[in-house]
């Protein structure tokens, strides 16, 4: 599970051959890098990554053999930053808890990850990343992207002092924003990501219930959601996923309330009032009555926790040893949010675990009224054994909940020919194809990668 070049990976998968590792510091040398490949496919193509803590998907991993590591963390600049605006424009190396001490004490916040402080921002944004407020793909409102010539173009917004203009992604014309999102026909430099208004009070609401209330409960959920009782991203843990918040043998949610004081105190009491007289919780209450929850009101706040005490005592380890201490895989399709949907997930779950013995945790974030992010987690110990029966578990995840209609919206290293497999149309899928011939004839970019 080692790579000389590029080191452990928790998820235990296949180390890449590697040609080497470079770690630029300026756009202007990775320019100069790609412009030495360009048109010469005998070079080694251009694996980049920022941070590398892609933990569960592969962490610094390519998707393919014989590439060129381009370690994009020496990037690390916060170039720009607009309070009154809500842009700032950062590089790939820019942690979400360094961007957070900047916004903090203001009415700017960052829309947080519940990992590490000390992942990149804009990497887990062009991968479609889920935020506590949102999908972070949603934060990003610019992109300047190398090409796989050397070129660099900025696509989106982008500030300009001379000339103030309103934060708009969409320009004129088609949008080529999302070309460059999970994508391998450029190496992303930098972004302009949105920073959001900070609300002036949260609370979260704590509910714990048992299995065999989950159908009803997920209708309360919807409910709440379609009606805009709740804000952000509310959370429910199944029992495996519980157990990090000190619950045992029951489903937990956090349900975040926010905005005015008066807007919370009412919203609060209405779910308050409605979880009790629903009957389905068995324990029922708000953050600040236990020290987990609190700590989730202030992520939810921006606030990523630079101490990583809540993420360290979650896995186990500081994020500078994840990847050579934990066995850990992700596994991330979306789900209608429908009660019979969310249930069906939660039962290929429970097949998986009895196929394989592999607890296997699932979080469902709900984005909206008609959608979940179904994050499925499997924690395993790091021996050969255990890392073939994890490998057996996300494989048979990949299958059934395919043929659910669950289809991953993320995909790991080993994954990637899942892209064909998942569905939608195969005439856009060679549309896309044939843009990456067009621009990256000689394949310098990730090859293998999401293609």
């Not at 690390?76 to 424009?89: F, K």
């Not at 379609?226 to 000190?246: C, D, E, I």
């Not at 921006?302 to 990847?323: L, N, S």
């Not at 057996?392 to 995909?411: H, I, K, N, V």
Request: with cysteine; aromatic share 8%.
């Amino acid at each position: 599970m080692t790579s000389a070049v590029l080191g452990p990976n928790s998820g235990g998968y296949r180390s890449r051959r590697v040609t080497g590792l470079i770690r630029p510091k300026t756009v202007d040398e990775v320019q100069a890098i790609l412009r030495d490949r360009a048109g010469q496919p005998e070079k080694p193509p251009i694996h980049a990554f920022s941070t590398g803590r892609n933990w569960g998907l592969g962490s610094r991993e390519p998707a393919r053999d014989d590439v060129l590591a381009l370690d994009l963390s020496g990037l690390d600049q916060v170039r720009d930053l607009d309070l009154a605006a809500g842009w700032a424009v950062i590089e790939p190396g820019v942690t979400q808890g360094r961007l957070a001490e900047l916004t903090a004490g203001t009415d700017r916040m960052v829309n947080v990850t519940v990992s590490t402080a000390h992942s990149s921002v804009l990497g887990n944004a062009v991968e479609r990343g889920v935020g506590l407020r949102h999908q972070r793909v949603d934060d990003l409102v610019g992109l300047e992207v190398v090409l796989p010539d050397g070129e660099l173009i900025r696509v989106g917004w982008w500030p300009d002092r001379d000339r103030p203009t309103a934060v708009y992604p969409y320009g004129r014309g088609p949008s080529l924003l999302q070309l460059f999102v999970q994508s391998n026909l450029g190496v992303v430099t930098g972004a302009v990501i949105r920073l959001l208004p900070r609300p002036e009070q949260l609370r979260v609401v704590r509910l714990l219930f048992d299995a065999d209330r989950f159908a009803d409960a997920a209708r309360l959920f919807r409910r709440w959601v379609s009606q805009g009782l709740t804000s952000g991203v509310p959370k429910v843990f199944s029992p495996v996923a519980a157990r990090g918040y000190g619950v045992d043998g029951r489903f937990l949610a956090h349900l975040p309330v926010d905005g005015a004081a008066a807007k919370v105190a009412a919203l609060t009491g209405i779910l308050l009032t409605e979880a009790r007289d629903s009957g389905l919780f068995t324990e029922v209450g708000v953050g600040g009555e236990d020290p987990a929850t609190a700590l989730t009101e202030r992520a939810y706040l921006g606030d990523p926790d630079v101490t990583d005490t809540v993420f360290q005592a979650k896995m186990g380890q500081a994020a500078e040893d994840i990847d050579a201490h934990v066995g850990f895989l992700f596994f991330l399709p979306m789900v209608p949010f429908t009660a019979e949907a969310l249930a069906r997930a939660v039962h290929l779950l429970d097949q998986v675990t009895a196929t394989t013995g592999l607890p296997c945790g699932g979080t469902a974030h709900l984005l909206g009224p008609d959608h979940v992010d179904f994050v499925v987690a499997l924690r395993f110990p790091r021996t050969d054994d255990d890392f073939a029966r994890a490998h057996q578990a996300l494989d048979l995840l990949y299958e059934s909940f395919t043929a659910a209609g669950f289809l991953p919206y993320r995909l790991d290293v080993d994954h990637h020919e899942w892209i064909d497999r998942c569905g939608g149309d195969p005439a856009a899928r060679r549309f896309v194809r044939l843009l990456k011939e067009l621009i990256d004839p000689t394949g310098v970019i990730a090859p293998g990668r999401y293609h």
